[in-house]
Each structure stands twice: as C-alpha cells, then as structure tokens.
C-alpha cells in the first residue's frame, strides 16, 4: 500500500439517507467508501476487503452494532480495526462504556459535525495506511535479512573451500619439498633450518583446515546436522576442556532440509561461540528434538547466566551473536529464547511445519 493509496471505509446504517450523509461528509477524504445496511452484509465486506475504519450505527434490527462489534473483534482480523459508533438514540455515559469495552476507538452521538468526523476518520485511515506500510517494510527486511545470511553461508562455503582447496595444497607441496630437502640436506645448521620450516608450514595447514572445517564443515553437506553437531562438539571438549554432551530425540535423527540444517547449525556454533567466550561454564548439554513436524535446539550451561535485559531480549542488550540467532529462527518461522538456567544459561530455539526429506522419511519409516 502506497502512501496516497485510498483505505476502505466500512459504513454500517440501516437507514440509506444516514448512509448518503456520511458519505457527503467524507466524500473530500478520496477514501473508498463502502455502504451497507446490515450486520450481515458488514461481515461480508469484511471478508472480503481490508477495512481501515468501520462506522457503526448502535440501534439496527436483527444484529445491532454492539452485537456486530464483539462478532468483528472475535476474528484475528479485525481485532484491531477501528470502529467509530454512531448513535442517535444510545448517548448515555452507559453506553458509551458498553462501546468502548466493545474496542470502539470513539462514540460519536447525532446530530454529528462533519468536521469532526472528518477528523477522525482521517487519522485513524492514515494510521491504518502507515501501519501496512511499516508492516511491508519489516517483510521486506526480512527477507533481505534472510538472503543475507544465506548469501554469508554460502561466502563460507565458498571460502572454506577455496582455503582448503588452494592455500592448504600450496603449502602441502610446500612441506613435501621441504621433507624432501631434509632428507638430502647434509648440513647440521641446515638441517636444522628445514626442520624448523616444516614444522611451521605443518602448523599452517593444521590451523588452515580448523579455519576451513569451522567456516563450513564438510560433515554438514556429506553426512548432516547430527554428525556435524558431534564433530563440533568433540572439537570445543578438546580446544576448551568445557565437557559436552548431545541428547537426541530420536536416536535415530532425520535428515532435514539442507537451508534448514545449516541454520540450525550456525545457531548451535554460535551459541557454544557465545558460552566459550562469556560463560565461564565447565559443562554443557545439547538436545536436539524432532517430534510431531518441530524442531527443538536447547544449548544450556552451567556458568554465570545472564541479566534480565537480555532476557527479556531488550533492544541495545545483547550483542551481534544473539541478534543473528534471533533472527536465523525467525526466518524459518521459529522462535527464539533465552534464559536462565540457574546456574548457567539456556538458549532454544523452535521451528515448527518440518518436513524431512524424502531419504529422511525413508529412514525413520
């Protein structure tokens, strides 16, 4: 919706000259206005349309407007629709209250000044008009997010790639001349040198494979998320000395979408990145669960927790780690949370509407 595209104006009377009325009224807002003569028919509309403002009048036969307002707000779309009553005959501080507990955001009595009304309708149309717009804005920032972080997964994989691809294989051959010089080298002094040499290009190829495996496992692609998950988490026991352990329900863990494994990885990595570096724990524990089409990650610690802010997931709390956790689950549909496990911290996440692939189907059959 653009910012000078009409709204819906929704006009509810059963009497068509008080309809014709309001529609002169409002003729100079260039709003689209709808008249019905009934409840039955303002449902129907509803329906069909998106309604920024729906004017109702309180005294109609069969359904009268209150009865009609708690019907609309009982619907998940309507619930924040603005209803505006009218009444000529039910102007009492009573009903008024009877509108209001109804979620009228006004209660307007006749005679009605056109000004006003005017007014009134004007601001609550711009507000809804404001409101989609801000509503396209965060889907379309999320799916910007969301191809963000696809497109940094697949940097990784590239780079990954690429590092143990080339720079690795340089300087393999490089170590392989190296041993190869050693061995005919008759020299103490340059012996010595060679030695030296090839053990730091050892150590070079040694980090360059870690860097390669943490940017992307291959296990991830070759064998899925549980073995890629063990293959971490024995990697962080034996760099850290924090113990690990993974509990899997069920034992035999599908094979999930390979968009969905990687994320659910990358949460996994980032949350064991954020209890090295912040949680002073000795211990954590993974749970990985798939049951009825959802997927559960929990990753707890038993170190010093964090505050309340963070929580509670306050803005300006918590820091890059969390926020692309966050929202790595939300573009799956999935929810985010962390807590305090006293002692120590629990992060989980789930997302739900899972549909393992067809191998994965095969093999939990």
């Known amino acids: 919706m653009s910012i000078h595209e009409p709204v819906n104006i929704l006009m509810v009377d059963d009497q068509p000259a008080k309809l014709l009325t309001y529609e002169v009224m409002l003729a100079e807002l260039n709003e689209n206005l709808i008249k019905v003569t009934s409840g039955k028919e303002a449902l129907e509309c509803l329906l069909k349309n998106d309604v920024a403002v729906v004017l109702l009048d309180v005294s109609m036969p069969d359904l009268d407007g209150f009865e009609l307002a708690d019907l609309i707000r009982q619907h998940p779309r309507f619930q924040k629709t603005a209803i505006i009553f009218i009444s000529a005959v039910h102007f009492t501080d009573l009903d008024r209250v009877k509108g209001y507990q109804r979620g009228a955001v006004d209660y307007l009595s006749v005679p009605v000044v056109p000004e006003l009304l005017r007014a009134k ?12 717009q801000l509503e396209t804005l965060n889907a379309e920032l999320q799916r910007l997010s969301g191809r963000l972080m696809a ?8 780079f990954a790639r690429d590092l143990h691809d080339g720079l690795g294989q340089e300087l393999a051959a490089a170590k392989m001349m190296l041993d190869c010089l050693l061995q ?15 053990g730091l290009v050892s150590n070079a190829i040694q980090q360059i494979r ?3 495996h943490l940017l992307h496992p291959p296990l991830l692609d070759e064998g899925g998320l549980l073995l890629a998950l063990r293959w971490y988490l024995d990697g962080m026991m034996s760099r850290s000395g924090i113990a690990t352990s993974l509990d899997l329900q069920p034992v035999e863990f599908p094979r999930l979408p390979p968009p969905l494994e990687r994320t659910v990885f990358r949460i996994f990595q980032e949350a064991l990145t954020n209890v090295f570096r912040h949680s002073e724990a000795r211990n954590v524990f993974v749970g990985l669960t798939f ?13 010093r927790g964090v505050g309340d802010r ?3 997931l306050r803005p300006g709390s918590y820091g890059i780690g969390i926020g692309t956790m966050r929202e790595r689950a939300r573009e799956f549909g999935g929810e985010f949370r962390v807590s305090n496990a006293d002692p120590g911290t629990l992060v989980e996440v789930i997302i739900p509407s899972v549909v393992p692939t067809m191998q994965n189907a095969q093999m939990t059959a």
């Open 121 to 132: 309708v004007s601001v609550f149309a711009e507000l809804h008009r404001k409101t989609h």
């Open 151 to 158: 497109t940094q997964d697949d940097e990784r994989r590239r």
């Open 184 to 198: 005919q080298s008759p020299k103490q002094w340059k012996t010595d040198s060679i030695v030296e040499a090839s």
């Open 210 to 212: 870690t860097i390669s």
């Open 291 to 303: 049951r009825e089409g959802t997927v559960s990650l929990s990753v707890r610690d038993d170190g």
């Open 310 to 312: 963070i929580v509670q």
